[in-house]
């Protein structure tokens, strides 16, 4: 089993920043892919951004030139750096990790979610 525990978020004014953080325990063999996703009221979880193992990332369009997604593999920790905050990005922010263990293979695990809200 592996468990995320996320840190960060709050509340902010629009124009600011903030930084989510999240950590992978457990009996974890590898981690392929990390990434945050986001859900706001009324409307499906969407993705926000991905890494990979070896660095490669991908953004929604609309954080692209606004968020950072950054790993530490060493660590099993995943970052999310968020500036030029709008209203339109409050929503829970939940981490999620593609994982091996060394009972379960290659799957999906999520965070507790972390709100994020920005005052416009």
């Known amino acids: 089993q592996v468990q995320l525990v996320e840190s960060g978020g709050g509340l902010v004014q629009a124009g600011g920043s903030l930084k989510l953080s999240c950590q992978a325990s457990?009996?974890?063999?590898?981690?392929?892919?990390m990434g945050w996703y986001r859900q706001a009221p009324g409307k499906q979880r969407e993705l926000v951004a991905m890494i990979t193992k070896d660095g490669t990332t991908n953004y929604a369009d609309v954080v692209k030139g606004r968020f950072i997604i950054s790993r530490d593999n060493a660590r099993n920790t995943v970052g999310l750096e968020m500036n030029s905050l709008q209203p339109e990005d409050t929503a829970v922010y939940y981490c999620a990790a593609d994982a091996w263990t060394v009972i379960v293979p290659d799957k999906w695990y999520w965070g507790q979610g972390n709100q994020v809200t920005v005052a416009s």
């Open positions: 457990g009996r974890i063999f590898s981690i392929n892919s």
